[in-house]
């Protein structure tokens, strides 16, 4: 039996003691997860700096600070989110109980990716506890640091049977996939999302694909340019643009190109000095395959701001590319690189016809000020989410949905929307063994008249506000049951 499958095995048989249910024992564990990211910030901030030359405030800010933020709220909400939901009734089900019961699905891998090795490792497990599921962590090889001290640390803080990490490349996620889960929560590229989907459909497993793509960023005309580029910068560099839901490329207008090449160069140089190179607050790129990549998408496009690079130490400048074409190599696959094209249009109109043309974003950036700009955008286009006036931070708000749709996604989570994610929301109707004479229009002999009753009970549900309506519907209850059992007999 390989290692894979031992733990796999190991994590069922303790899902099935039923240790991982009660709301005590979830919030224990989630209480330990968050002393573990106190107690251990140095070794995590230690693996970072190695593995992606992330500055110590950085890991906090964009990795550490935010899970921890997603501990204390499903620690606070765990009682509500897992309570029974009542659900509206109809004339058919008003004597019933009826609700829904959210309950853990059973053992669910946890497949995470390099680029914020933590955030998009741990938030899922957040979820998958909260859940009351066992969950398997396969951490990415990619950051071996960060993996390592994920192996040899979180076993000291969480059930280790309950939540064992398994580290490894590709041929151990491969042997993950091939045992059965109740659940497979995948964060990486879409080509590696297709084998995960194709290994779960073997056992009907349902999956959570968080992708990456494409992300535009329209900047129109009559906003303050120089906040939205700051922001753009900002939410562009950070991680050296290895971020799925940096802006990946700008469009605007021809007559605003300059002074938004002019304002990016002026944030560039205030975020990360004159020489980004030597910056602490400014990243590397995770290996040299990528740093290949990346350079090689420069080759056919006209650079305007930046364009230095290191191969030995996998350092590339803060970069602008002007006047883009559709058709150039930086447009051709999501960049997650500090590469930052312009591409020219019309208006906005432009921009949406742009915007469908291409694969469904995991975000959308629209920076303008006239709401009916921005309106116009959210209306005609799709991506998993969308943000005006700013970059990123969408990500941070744990009431919204955080995901993908088409090729950048399937699923979301964050905050009730993992907790719900990671569940199966079961559906319960509890009726009692009264009434019977409601029940003749569905037995068979069939007639016209029962059907005619069939239909009015299905069909009418009359809105008249929820104490009127029990009223209504008591009433209607209680005269259709005497009618129907003295016709229908
Ligand atoms: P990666 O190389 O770390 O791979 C992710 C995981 O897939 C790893 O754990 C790895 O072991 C596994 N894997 C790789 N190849 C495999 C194979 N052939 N079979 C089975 N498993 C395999 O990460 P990556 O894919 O380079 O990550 C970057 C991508 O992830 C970008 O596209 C980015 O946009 C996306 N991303 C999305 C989100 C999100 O929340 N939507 C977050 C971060 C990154």
């Not at 919030?27 to 030359?53: G, P, S, T």
């Not at 090795?117 to 506890?129: E, K």
């Not at 009418?460 to 519907?473: A, E, S």
């Amino acid at each position: 039996m390989s290692r894979e499958q031992k733990a796999v095995e190991r994590a069922r048989k303790a899902f099935l003691t039923g240790r991982s249910k009660p709301l005590e024992h979830r919030i224990r564990q989630l209480k330990n997860l968050q002393r573990f990211l106190l107690e251990r910030e140095k070794e995590i901030a230690e693996a970072i700096k190695k593995d992606l030359n992330k500055s110590e405030a950085g890991t906090q800010l964009y990795e550490t600070l935010g899970l921890e933020g997603e501990i204390v709220l499903a620690v606070k909400k765990l009682a509500e989110w897992a309570a029974p939901r009542p659900v509206e009734k109809n004339l058919l089900t008003i004597s019933d109980t009826v609700y829904i019961q959210p309950e853990p699905l059973g053992v669910v891998l946890i497949i995470g990716a390099w680029n914020y090795p933590w955030a998009v490792t741990i938030q899922p497990l957040i979820g998958a506890i909260a859940a009351g599921n066992a969950a398997v962590v396969k951490p990415s090889e990619v950051c071996v640091h960060t993996a390592k001290v994920m192996e040899d640390l979180l076993p000291a803080y969480i059930d280790k049977e309950l939540y064992p990490v398994v580290t490894g490349g590709v041929s151990e996620t491969q042997e993950l996939l091939r045992q059965r889960f109740d659940h497979v929560f995948y964060t990486g590229n879409s080509m590696v999302g297709k084998l995960v989907m194709e290994a779960a459909a073997k056992h009907l497993t349902p999956i959570t694909l968080e992708l990456g793509g494409k992300s535009p960023c329209y900047i129109d005309k009559n906003c303050d340019i120089p906040i939205a580029c700051r922001r753009v910068t900002w939410g562009k560099y950070s991680n050296c643009g290895q971020t799925c839901i940096a802006p990946d490329y700008i469009l605007c207008e021809p007559s605003i190109q300059g002074r938004v090449l002019e304002e990016i160069k002026k944030s560039i140089k205030a975020f990360y000095t004159e020489d980004p190179k030597t910056c602490p607050d400014y990243g590397r790129i995770i290996n040299q395959r990528h740093f290949k990549r990346i350079m090689a998408m420069t080759e056919d496009s006209t650079i305007a701001i930046g364009g230095d690079s290191d191969e030995s130490t996998c350092y590339i400048a803060p970069t602008v590319l002007k006047d883009v074409q559709v058709n150039s190599k930086v447009m051709q696959e999501e960049i997650f690189g500090p590469l930052l094209p312009i591409l020219t249009v019309s208006g906005v109109d432009e921009a949406i016809n742009f915007i469908n043309k291409g694969e469904k974003p995991l975000a959308l950036y629209i920076f303008s000020p006239d709401d009916k700009v921005i309106k116009k955008v959210i209306a005609e286009t799709s991506s998993g989410g969308v943000l005006a006036n700013d970059c990123l931070v969408h990500y941070s708000v744990s009431a919204l949905p955080f995901g993908g749709v088409g090729n950048s996604g399937m699923g979301s989570y964050h905050g009730k929307f993992s907790f719900d994610n990671l569940s199966h929301l079961r559906g319960c109707l509890i009726k009692q063994l009264k009434m019977e004479g409601v029940n003749d229009m569905r037995y068979p002999p069939h007639t016209a008249k029962k059907l005619f009753w069939a239909r009015f009970f299905i069909l009418k549900n009359p809105d008249l506000g929820w104490l009127g309506r029990m009223t209504l519907l008591a009433i209607f209850a209680v005269v259709a049951a005497v009618v129907l059992q003295r016709y229908l007999q």
